[in-house]
């Protein structure tokens, strides 16, 4: 007899380290300065923005250069709810995912008609097109963008320290929550159809599972997630321009940087990744354009010398892993007749 498991004594070792971060990270505004708590802010959206390209890229084997389209569209959604409607902004974060999900299903149902290649380059064409719908609209300030009101940023909270310490909470918050979704979702059922379509796509389709079915679902997930951390970026800025908004560089190429050197098709790669881009990133961004440079030789050597990644590199030499995700068959005692519960 055989039961299965989830559990290993590294990833039981790794919740724990994982729910002492989160402790910290909850006390930060206590022990932390403004600048402190701005970039762990900034750690954490680009942690959940690169989790949701890992779902999509990693597992789903859709490979997208056009999230920027959904970034932006949450940050504009943000805008017009508070100005335009005197929505409270961070209602309005939680209103643009389910508005950013309804968008990715007309845009996938378009775009799933494309292949490898032809289906990234649509990606981006997309993501253009919503750039160049957003220079349009005047009310929002057309091509050269517009800031927040001082009274909807007002409403948050009365003081700028309290202000801070929200939009914090809310940058931890909502990445917790985007982990935690992907995690329940590669532990159920559907996880074990991603899985078997991350290893092999043909396998998977003649095993029965609807390949077509679970990429349109992960696609309109990932467009729910990456829309409200879009929100959420922009109201930490306070100011949206369609330059800024749907920046190919910032919110796709950076992130796409940070899964393939982390460990892609692996829920902890772009943990590790996001923290190996923001060390480079504050070690060597005096450097001007040399700092892009040498970002991209280490993404270079990382790929030649560790294809699937750090952490990736790191699971199959020791086979760690830092949560409960994979499945083993562990065989059971024997119990006797006399010994059995009637």
Not at 199 to 219: H, M, P, T, W
């Amino acid at each position: 007899m055989t039961r299965v498991e989830h559990a290993t004594k590294s990833s039981r070792i790794g919740v724990m380290l994982v729910a002492a971060a989160l402790v910290v990270f909850v006390l930060a505004p206590y022990w932390g300065d403004r600048q402190t708590l701005r970039l762990l802010a900034e750690i954490f959206t680009f942690v959940a923005l690169a989790s949701l390209w890992n779902l999509l890229a990693g597992y789903a084997g859709l490979v997208s250069v056009g999230q920027q389209a959904f970034v932006g569209l949450g940050g504009y959604l943000l805008f017009a709810l508070a100005m335009l409607l005197d929505v409270h902004p961070i209602a309005a974060i939680f209103i643009a995912g389910p508005i950013g999900a309804l968008v990715a299903i007309p845009v996938a149902a378009l775009i799933f008609r494309l292949r490898g290649a032809y289906f990234a380059i649509g990606t981006w064409v997309v993501a253009e097109v919503f750039r160049l719908l957003a220079s349009q609209v005047s009310v929002l300030g057309g091509g050269s963008g517009i800031s927040l009101p001082a009274a909807v940023v007002i409403a948050m909270a009365p003081s700028r320290q309290l202000r801070e310490f929200e939009t914090y909470w809310l940058a931890l918050g909502l990445t917790v929550l985007v982990l935690a979704a992907i995690v329940i979702l590669l532990r159920s059922r559907h996880g074990l159809a991603l899985t078997a379509l991350r290893d092999n796509e043909a396998a998977a389709q003649s095993c029965g599972i609807d390949v077509a079915r679970i990429k349109f679902l992960v696609y309109v997930l990932t467009a729910f997630g990456t829309a409200m951390i879009g929100a959420l970026i922009f109201l930490q800025k306070l100011r949206i321009s369609p330059d800024t908004a749907f920046s190919v560089n910032d919110w796709t190429a950076f992130v796409i940087f940070i899964t393939v050197i982390g460990g892609i098709g692996r829920i902890e790669g772009p943990i590790i990744g996001t923290i190996i881009f923001f060390i480079m990133r504050q070690a060597l961004a005096d450097l001007g354009s040399l700092y892009l440079l040498m970002m991209g030789a280490v993404a270079i050597v990382v790929m030649l010398w560790a294809p699937k990644g750090l952490w990736g590199l790191i699971a199959e030499r020791f086979g760690w892993q830092a949560l409960p995700l994979q499945r083993r068959l562990v065989p059971t005692p024997n119990i006797s007749k006399k010994e059995r519960k009637p």
